[in-house]
């Protein structure tokens, strides 16, 4: 499939802002942390929470046809992933506007909106994976991994991000920050190698048999019926080389995960400043890319239909 | 309930295209707005269709056989378009089982295209918004129609009557009939998304035989007695000189007719 970009940057962002605020909301949860030597740590976590979730939101609505219909999107909760996630959104963004409005008026973070705020962020966790892992015969999507990797890849970027913030707001947290970063990095670099060798086996749904009920064994496309463009010629398909789509898994393993894991983990402390803020960017691009290959890697069903050339 | 739905002969369809234009054309025209074409005279123009037709070959030369396969929305009875759209813009009617986009409340998030394993649902770029065939719900119901016209735009151009259209939960309409005698199917049934379009399946003409039988006697194992090499030559060259023969022969028959074997009938299926 072909990926959207727009969507691309959206569950990027937001899989970040999610996990920077189970990160900071957890100590508050606990109790353990002292409101106010935490208070600047939580205020600007949640400043860039908005901030991701902002720039996420006008992503996903450079995704539609029709922004201006996008309320609408909110109707059909009871059926469609994507309506639920339309809703958990706000709603996460709205417990964050929340929480510092309380962080304002009363000086630490109560452990109700706390709580509400992590709530939010897995539910909106399970909601976006859930659009992809719920079309049950797109085989590359319709897993449980997706789900599991979708939170994976959201704590670990968060946990990266909250590192760097503490490095600068709240230096006695850094360290905690920067062992369970590299903790979360590994996890979600198992958890995509996990799905890379499940898709080694993952044939697509139905088959060019079925797809036009011949039972020959030969069955050769030789019109696809046009010359011309057309939708189902463009979106279901990425149009890259399989190099192309190689040095994107790669990149994905390497400036994903094992870089930021090296900068995070192998740095002495006085270039931390730098180098931690570096594990952020290289990882969001690693993640970026993760997204494009979550995209590509899916052999529609309906592709079948448009195999020639003509 | 009612269920309409086409069904499609494909022993009879010719792959002329007939279908394609007259439902560009009405619908098109029709009330829920224009299918775009974006660069129609340009280079390489991008346009909105709800039926395309294409060509299969089938089986190996010189044995194949072209199919002609026209496909649209197939109106699923079990929709996976239906669920997951986040507007409830995409829906199944209840009188007559016609999947439907609401274009007034089609937010363009191309999800159901996603979600439907056929490619039926085409985007327009130009409106922002998901179309497919609506099995010309804005023409089978219209009474300043004739009776007879009161059908989808291709069943009423199909020159060789290739489409049928009716109920297919009446079990005593057309297109009932002609699924349960003429072995109609369905496309990906394994899916479990219950097409309610059918397709009538080829039928191999009789008299293709003497051209199987040649390429049999062809493929035939030498005699085990001959050396190795000797074997392993003929296998390689027979096949292929047979392969020369009959392209020639399919060559002479193209230019000048089946003059030869008056035993073999008229193509079916119009290459």
């Given at each position: ?19 920077l605020a189970v990160a900071v909301a957890l100590p ?283 | ?76 009875e079990e929709p996976p378009c239906v669920p997951v ?140 007695a001959a050396p190795a090499r000797h074997a392993a ?39």
């Amino acid at each position: 499939m072909r990926p959207a970009f727009s969507v691309l940057l959206l569950t990027t962002l937001v899989g970040c802002a999610q996990g920077l605020a189970v990160a900071v909301a957890l100590p508050a949860l606990w109790g353990v942390a002292d409101p106010a030597s935490w208070l600047t740590l939580w205020r600007i976590s949640l400043w860039a929470i908005l901030g991701m979730g902002v720039i996420g939101l006008g992503a996903s609505f450079a995704h539609l046809g029709r922004p201006e219909r996008a309320w609408r999107a909110a109707a059909m909760w009871r059926t469609s992933w994507l309506s639920r996630e339309v809703i958990a959104l706000p709603a996460f963004l709205g417990v964050a506007v929340l929480s510092l409005l309380a962080l304002q008026q009363l000086g630490h973070w109560p452990a109700l909106l706390a709580a509400l705020l992590m709530a939010c962020a897995l539910a909106l966790w399970v909601c976006t994976a859930m659009i992809y892992a719920g079309i049950r015969f797109l085989r590359e999507w319709a897993t449980p991994l997706t789900v599991v990797n979708f939170v994976l890849m959201g704590l670990a970027s968060g946990g990266v991000l909250a590192a760097s913030l503490a490095q600068w707001a709240l230096a006695s947290a850094a360290a905690p920050y920067g062992d369970a970063a590299a903790v979360l990095l590994a996890l979600a670099l198992f958890g995509r190698l996990a799905a890379l060798l499940r898709l080694r086996h993952v044939s697509p749904a139905g088959s060019m048999q079925t797809a036009i009920g011949v039972a020959s064994p030969i069955i050769r496309q030789t019109s696809k019926g046009f010359t011309a463009r057309a939708f189902n010629t463009h979106e279901f398909f990425h149009g890259r080389s399989a190099a192309w789509v190689t040095g994107v898994r790669l990149s994905v393993l390497l400036l994903g995960f094992v870089l930021p894991m090296l900068l995070v983990l192998g740095t002495p402390q006085g270039l931390q400043d730098v180098t931690w803020p570096l594990a952020l960017a290289s990882n969001l691009a690693g993640i970026f890319a993760e997204r494009w290959d979550f995209f590509a890697q899916v052999r529609h069903p309906q592709n079948r239909y448009y195999q020639a050339a003509l | 309930m009612t269920q309409l739905a086409l069904v499609i002969d494909l022993n009879v369809c010719v792959g002329c295209h007939a279908c394609v234009t007259s439902c560009k054309q009405w619908n098109t025209s029709g009330s829920a707005g224009h299918l775009s074409d974006l660069q129609p005279y340009g280079e390489n123009p991008l346009g909105v269709f709800f039926n395309r037709v294409q060509t299969y070959e089938v089986g190996q030369f010189p044995h194949t056989q072209t199919v002609h396969f026209p496909k649209s929305c197939l109106h699923c009875e079990e929709p996976p378009c239906v669920p997951v759209c986040p507007t409830g813009a995409s829906y199944k009617r209840k009188v007559d089982g016609i999947v439907l986009v609401d274009s007034d409340k089609c937010i363009g998030c191309k999800y159901c295209s996603w979600a439907c394993p056929y490619g039926a649902r085409e985007y327009d770029e130009d409106r922002g918004l998901m179309t497919k065939c609506t099995l010309c719900v804005d023409r089978i119901y219209d009474e300043t129609i004739p009776q007879a016209q009161r059908r989808p735009a291709c069943v009423n151009a199909c020159p060789t009557n290739a489409r049928l259209f009716g109920d297919v939960h009446d079990p005593e309409s057309e297109v009932s009939r002609a699924i349960r005698e003429r072995g109609g199917y369905a496309l990906m049934p394994e899916l479990g998304t219950r097409p309610a379009n059918h397709y009538l399946p080829r039928r191999l003409p009789q008299g293709s035989a003497p051209a199987d039988a040649r390429a049999q006697t062809a493929q035939q194992p030498p005699p085990q007695a001959a050396p190795a090499r000797h074997a392993a030559m003929e296998t390689l060259r027979a096949p292929q000189a047979e392969a020369v023969e009959m392209e020639s022969r399919s060559l002479f028959a193209r230019l000048f007719g089946a003059v030869f074997d008056t035993r073999r009938p008229a193509p079916a299926g119009g290459e």
